[in-house]
């Protein structure tokens, strides 16, 4: 039996850390032991693209990519060191690369499981994903489309790092185009999943399993609630209104207006701009801090 990859695609705070916790309770899905990065993420793909000298748009609050090709060579040595049974050389080539990705969904499977926001913001590691999927018939590639409302996501990034969500809704679109994208290149390799099925709904997860190929067993799903799920509205001093292209998308997805409506808040340009020039500053001083101490 093949083993099968399984990738959740989503922007970022869109659940997929909930989601990855969730599908590795599963006694036959596996994430890397030693991933690297924050969130039990490697970001192999984006670091893949970054080899191969394909594109790497920037993205607000990322503090790793774009990366440079020796850095990303170095890093993938390491990671594939740390959870390979035998460390190999850093992948350099596109065939190289597709045969440690097969290796490690080997040492990982018989369901092995990735994510990270960053994949689907590029859509050159989309590219890069469909191409290994034909290079590597051995693997069974699976790719999980996480959606969340718009809103819910902006004010998550909003209360988590005072990202204004004007400036982050444009990120939002080129990610879930993507997904549509991807969606429409490889419908029977992808499953489109809304957070707020997730959720609420328990046959939004058996289904999800159903993709993967395996049983939920006893208990799957507890750890999922709904406490995040429009929190916003009872925050009184965030009045971020989405643009009519994050609306366009975002009814694609099944969201109706009523979803997204969020009553005009007079004091919300200005608290955006205070909270938000705060943050700003306090970046800055962290860098000036780190430079002062190289």
């Not at 984006?46 to 594109?55: F, M, P």
């Not at 292209?245 to 975002?250: F, L």
Request: charged fraction near 25%; hydrophobic fraction near 35%.
């Amino acid at each position: 039996m093949n083993p099968t990859s399984a990738l959740i695609l989503s922007d970022k705070s869109s659940g997929s850390s909930v989601l990855q916790r969730e599908l590795a309770r599963h006694s036959a899905v596996s994430i890397m032991r030693k991933p690297q990065h924050q969130e039990d993420e490697t970001l192999y793909w984006s670091k893949a693209a970054a080899v191969l000298g394909l594109d790497q748009p920037p993205m607000i609050d990322s503090t790793i990519l774009p990366m440079e090709r020796e850095v990303a060579l170095d890093s993938m040595e390491t990671l594939l060191a740390d959870n390979l049974p035998e460390p190999i050389p850093a992948p350099q080539s596109r065939s190289e690369i597709f045969s440690a990705w097969e290796q490690l969904a080997v040492e990982y499977g018989p369901v092995f499981l990735e994510k990270s926001p960053h994949h689907l913001h590029n859509v050159a590691v989309l590219q890069l994903l469909l191409a290994a999927q034909d290079a590597t018939p051995d693997v069974d590639f699976r790719f999980i489309g996480l959606v969340r409302n718009p809103v819910d996501t902006m004010y998550s990034m909003w209360t988590r790092w005072r990202t204004p969500p004007e400036a982050r809704e444009g990120e939002w679109c080129r990610a879930y185009s993507n997904l549509q994208w991807l969606s429409e290149q490889a419908p029977e390799h992808t499953h489109v999943i809304r957070y707020e099925d997730l959720t609420g709904d328990p046959g939004a997860l058996r289904d999800l399993f159903g993709f993967l190929g395996v049983e939920p067993e006893t208990g799957a799903g507890e750890t999922l609630h709904r406490r995040s799920v429009q929190a916003w509205r009872n925050d009184r001093g965030f009045g971020y209104q989405p643009s009519e292209q994050v609306r366009r998308i975002a009814a694609s997805f099944g969201y109706a207006e009523d979803d997204l409506a969020n009553p005009h808040r007079l004091t919300w340009p200005l608290r955006r701009t205070v909270l938000s020039t705060g943050r700003s500053l306090r970046t800055a001083a962290g860098r000036a801090r780190r430079l002062l101490r190289r």
